[in-house]
């Protein structure tokens, strides 16, 4: 019903509509509640509802991988399946520990998925926008949260100059 009213309006406007994943996936049914945007299959039926170039995600590689049971083998196949058919909009770059369930937040070296990986099939996708820490993990320090930031926008910036790409734009 929503799809249906406000997909039409933003592709009138040309305003790209990045919906992010629910964080964290839960089971089918958890707690009386099925949600669509937990898992990969839902993913897929809800950029395919109202289909438009302006209808897609904010994709969260780290909620992604939540929702897999092997996150490291699985997640090349997820990212290819939306950057083919143009629907990442936002990338939230952020790896984690386990699988579906059972996961710890990490900074992006230190997880479970290859981000180098990673970061070169969203090139090969053609993906072109932002690429971005989401959540970090907890450290200790004066400006804990500022610090663990800074150190994953700095990882970003060294993967994408290693790969030929101008962070800066």
């Known amino acids: 019903y929503f799809l249906a009213r406000v997909v039409p309006v933003a592709t009138a406007a040309k305003v790209r509509l990045a919906c992010h994943p629910h964080d964290p996936y839960t089971p089918p049914g958890w707690r009386g ?6 898992t990969v299959d839902g ?5 395919q ?15 992604v991988g939540e929702m897999l ?24 770059f952020r790896n984690i520990k386990g699988r579906k369930l ?3 937040e990490t900074f992006p070296e230190e997880g479970d998925m290859d981000m180098p990986a990673s970061l070169r099939l969203y ?19 004066r400006d804990p949260q500022g610090v663990a930031f800074a150190f994953c926008y700095g990882y970003i910036a060294a993967l994408l100059q290693t790969m030929g790409i101008d962070p800066t734009g």
């Not at 993913?43 to 950029?47: C, S």
């Not at 509802?49 to 909620?63: A, D, I, K, V």
């Open 33 to 38: 509640v099925t949600r669509v945007l937990g």
């Open 43 to 47: 993913l897929k039926r809800f950029v």
């Open 49 to 63: 509802t109202n289909e438009s170039p302006y209808h897609g995600l904010n994709f969260c590689q780290g909620t």
């Open 69 to 92: 049971d092997d996150p490291r083998a699985e997640i090349a196949e997820v990212i290819r399946w939306f950057g083919s058919r143009g629907k990442i909009f936002n990338v939230h």
């Open 102 to 104: 059972d996961f710890q």
């Open 123 to 141: 090139k090969e996708a053609g993906y072109k926008y932002m690429v971005m820490p989401d959540h970090v993990p907890k450290i200790a320090g």
